[in-house]
Antibody, heavy 121, light 108 residues
């Protein structure tokens, strides 16, 4: 069974840092684009970042550029999101999702259940 | 920044056809995906690459594209289809991913 399980969420003060993890299983992780998507309470979905299969290409939404880093460890079947200089507006449920296996990212087909990040003093 | 525009809400009676549109300048050049999200759950993809239905998705879900507007059509709507629906695509460069604002489908 294809599965994605996020972890690492929690309560953090403004300006703080947090590292999210996503453990993948049931598929060849190294063959797929991976992405992070977030959803603020009561709001819609917002794409955060993408990473190519070998980690050579990474893309971010403008609002997190310079603050968030996406990475992956294909040997551990794991995806990460390092978040720093966190702001109240980063408060959201963060989903890990699987992209395609081609050279270009188009969309996702498998999602985790998400991990909650709350930025508050 | 690039945006995709969806109607905030659509209402239909059971058995009728629901159509949810998504508009954006780059949609003629980029694939669109559609996701269904029920309260407290993760999104589920219902249409990939404009008009392909993933395995396990009922045949009543279909997608179409015309220029800068794409449409998710749900034929013979059932009560279980009540959910939020999001379109997702990319900007003209294909680099930056974007979601529509979401459409709440209400089954009357």
């Amino acid at each position: 069974e294809v599965q994605l399980v996020e972890s690492g969420g929690g309560l953090v003060q403004p300006g703080g840092s947090l590292r999210l993890s996503c453990a993948a299983s049931g598929f060849t992780f190294s063959s797929y684009w991976m992405t992070w998507v977030r959803q603020a309470p009561g709001k819609g979905l917002e794409w955060v970042a993408n990473i190519q299969q070998d980690g050579s290409e990474k893309y971010f939404v403008d609002s997190v550029k310079g603050r968030f880093t996406i990475s992956r460890d294909n040997a551990k079947n794991s995806l990460y999101l390092q978040m720093s200089r966190l702001r109240a507006e980063d408060t959201a449920l963060y989903f890990c999702a699987r992209g395609g296996s081609g050279w270009k990212f188009y969309g996702t087909d498998v999602w985790g259940q998400g991990t909650t990040v709350t930025v508050s003093s | 920044s690039y945006e995709l525009t969806q109607p905030p809400s659509v209402s239909v009676s059971p058995g009728q056809t629901a159509r949810i549109t998504c508009s954006g300048d780059a949609l003629a050049k980029q694939y669109t995906y559609w996701y269904q999200q029920k309260p407290g759950q993760a999104p589920v993809v219902v249409i990939i690459k404009d008009n392909e239905r993933p395995s396990g998705i009922p045949e009543r879900f279909s997608g179409s594209s015309s220029g800068t507007t794409v449409t998710l059509t749900i034929s013979g709507v059932q009560a279980e289809d009540e959910a939020d629906y999001y379109c997702q695509s990319a900007d003209t460069s294909g680099t930056y991913v974007v979601f529509g604002g979401g459409t709440k489908l209400t089954v009357l």
